[in-house]
């Protein structure tokens, strides 16, 4: 099996070092902080740990897993792929879309392997829902929606969109069958610090007429997770909470006539979207195919978050 190096053990990447080494795949984990990295020797006894990245660089592990802040993405990215290796790298891929491309293509000329942490396409409800839009049973997709709201960890180094939205792009953008973006409209509201928006709505239009719209907000009342998706004969609500998607007959005819035929609750089996995530990177480092979410896929998602960050700035 495919070994590797587990670049930031922090919030979310403890479980990248959790998840890879339950795989056996875990190689190493490298942490700039002296408390995060001793954590690490703690719980993982025997496992290589490092203090400087360029220490990663120059070992003989052919895959790298970043869990950094969104920042440094791109620089550690660019670094690894260089270096020979194949990148995994959690969500924002970047925070440029120029950057986002440079890597996209960087990896495809050199043949490597760079996969985007867009965990929401690898949990079973999305992966269901994929499957039956595509079958063509509920007609042509028209409109998706999602909304992801709670009393969250707010930021000081960038706002919610950024820090929420990468989830919510991806899953539309797989949903509507990865149309074009056309146009994007965005609203905010800053209420806790000036120019960190805490609470943002943001409407996109596709090549070919499809659209979405996307609330995101860390000011919250109450736990909000879904994806709503409307399609010419039925609609579907995925809610991520409950874990529950719903289909329903319902829409309105030619003659603008409601039409209720009634819902039905899809039993969908319960999943671990990290495992499953980790398992596809560690299997393309195998079979060398692309990943679902590939770089490709990242800029994609990176395009649309920096042209809604533009629209709120107008």
Not at 12 to 34: D, I, M
Not at 213 to 238: A, D, F, G, K, N
């Amino acid at each position: 099996m495919s070994q590797v190096v587990v670049v930031g053990a922090g919030n979310w990447g403890k479980n990248l070092v959790r998840n890879f080494h339950a795989l056996g795949a875990l190689a190493g984990v490298a942490e700039a902080s002296t408390e995060l990295r001793s954590k690490v020797e703690v719980d993982y006894p025997g496992l290589i740990t490092y203090s400087d990245f360029q220490q990663v660089l120059e070992t003989d592990v052919n895959a790298v897993v970043l869990a950094t802040p969104a920042p440094s993405h791109y620089k550690f990215a660019i670094a690894a792929l260089e270096a020979g290796k194949d990148v995994f790298v959690e969500k924002p891929m970047t925070l440029q879309t120029a950057e986002a491309k440079a890597l996209a293509e960087y990896a495809d000329k050199h043949s490597r392997i760079l996969m985007v942490g867009h965990l929401l396409l690898y949990q079973s409800a999305i992966s269901w829902m994929r499957e039956y839009l595509a079958s063509g049973k509920a007609g042509k997709v028209v409109h998706v929606a999602t909304q992801r709201a709670k009393l969250g960890r707010v930021r000081r180094e960038e706002n919610v969109w950024w820090s929420f939205a990468p989830h919510d792009v991806s899953v539309v953008l797989d949903l509507l069958g990865n149309p074009e973006i056309e146009t994007v409209k965005a609203s905010a509201q800053a209420i806790l610090q000036p120019n960190i928006e805490d609470n943002i709505h943001v409407d996109l239009s596709f090549v070919g007429g499809q659209t979405a719209h996307l609330h995101c907000s860390w000011y919250w009342p109450l736990l909000q997770r879904s994806t709503t998706v409307i399609t010419e004969q039925q609609m579907l609500v995925y809610d991520e909470v409950a874990q529950q998607v719903t289909i329903y007959h319902k829409g309105v005819d030619e003659n603008l006539k409601n039409r209720d035929e009634g819902s039905q609750v899809v039993d969908v089996a319960a999943s671990e979207p990290l495992k499953i995530e980790c398992e596809h990177f560690l299997n393309c480092l195998q079979s060398r195919e692309k990943p679902r979410s590939d770089g490709w896929n990242g800029v994609a998602v990176v395009e649309i978050l920096e042209k809604a960050q533009l629209a709120l700035k107008g």
